[in-house]
């Protein structure tokens, strides 16, 4: 319902304006407060000794950034660069902090967005949720830059670059801070930062366009690949920041798709609970993200389709070239 207050403008809404716009006031108030204290050095900023890029949003829930995370990690490997990737790591609890990821690391305790990172990359990966401890243990990674998925209200690690990710579709919603709308910081912190990528809709003249493109369907168990519409009565399910984003992706490539489930972004899943609902189908389809948590128990039947970034050539040329300005200033006798 909240959502639908943000984005959607529900009557509802209007009803909880006296409850709601307050406490969007005090959200707005301390979240000024909070950056001008580090922007003022009234608290302590970690200054990494290579690059850090900051891929994030304004705005509360799923926008695409971790698809840019791995379209920057991927980008820069083709360049022969060495890059690490830092999170957070919500929705997962390590016994100890900071924790470097492995391929057998349980998403529990990273995190899914972690734990896709580094399927999909090979790229080190840290999370802590203090972030400068997450760079510090990647240091001991030869790596020469930092990507940080998610972070731009990180202040106390310092940024060299910084992306915002906006979804193209839903934009900024009523435009008020949370919890009455979705923001996180007002619209006027996209004019400093570097980069702005609209995930589907219209960009505007000073954004790049970006769309998720997906792949072939993959087998959990088998990793066999098969195009999506060569599957029948698929049952999909999602369970990520913007769960019709995913539904509308199947039916663009014509899936036949006869259910599907929404569920809350990081939920974790009860294998008898994915068990019954594959039941009413031939074949389950989930988000690559989703299936990061499904892998062990995965039946037969069981896939999920991979998507990736795709912008234009003269975009990731302006990117490429604004990196590699960074990265060679950390070269240089004057730093």
């Known amino acids: 319902m909240i959502e639908k207050i943000w984005f959607h403008r529900h009557p509802l809404g209007y009803v909880l304006a006296p409850l709601l716009w307050p406490l969007s006031q005090l959200f707005k108030l301390i979240s000024r407060q909070r950056r001008q204290s580090y922007m003022a050095g009234d608290k302590p900023r970690y200054r990494a000794p290579v690059p850090v890029i900051v891929a994030g949003n304004i705005t509360a829930g799923g926008n ?60 080190p990966v840290a999370v802590d949720p203090v972030r400068s401890q997450a760079v510090q243990a990647l240091l001991q990674h030869d790596v020469d830059v930092i990507i940080t998925d998610d972070g731009l209200q990180h202040y106390a690690l310092e940024r060299d670059i910084e992306f915002v990710v906006i979804d193209g579709q839903r934009r900024f919603g009523n435009q008020h801070y949370i919890p009455f709308g979705p923001l996180r910081e007002g619209l006027e912190r996209l004019d400093e930062v570097d980069f702005l990528i609209t995930n589907g809709g219209q960009a505007q003249s000073n954004e790049i366009a970006m769309t998720l493109e997906p792949s072939d369907a993959v087998n959990l168990k088998t990793g066999e690949k098969v195009p999506v519409n060569s599957l029948s009565q698929l049952v999909a399910f999602a369970g990520i920041g913007h769960p019709p984003r995913f539904f509308k992706t199947l039916e663009t490539l014509d899936a036949e798709v006869i259910k599907t489930q929404a569920f809350a972004d990081h939920q974790a899943f009860e294998q008898s609970e994915l068990q019954q609902l594959a039941k009413q189908g031939k074949h389950l389809i ?47 006798s004057s730093t």
């Open 64 to 123: 695409g950034k971790t698809p840019v995370v791995i379209w920057l990690v991927e980008t820069l490997q083709a360049l022969g660069m060495k890059p690490g990737v830092v999170s957070r790591g919500y929705g997962g609890k390590a016994a100890k902090y900071p924790l470097v990821v492995e391929l057998d690391t349980p998403s529990s305790q990273s995190g899914d967005e972690p734990a896709l990172i580094k399927r999909r990359t090979g790229a």
């Open 286 to 332: 989930m988000t690559e993200k989703d299936a990061v948590k499904c892998y062990q128990f995965a039946e037969d039947n069981w896939w999920y389709l991979p998507v990736s970034a795709n912008i234009s050539a003269q975009d990731k040329q302006n990117i490429i070239e604004k990196i590699t300005e960074v990265k060679s200033q950390y070269g240089s």
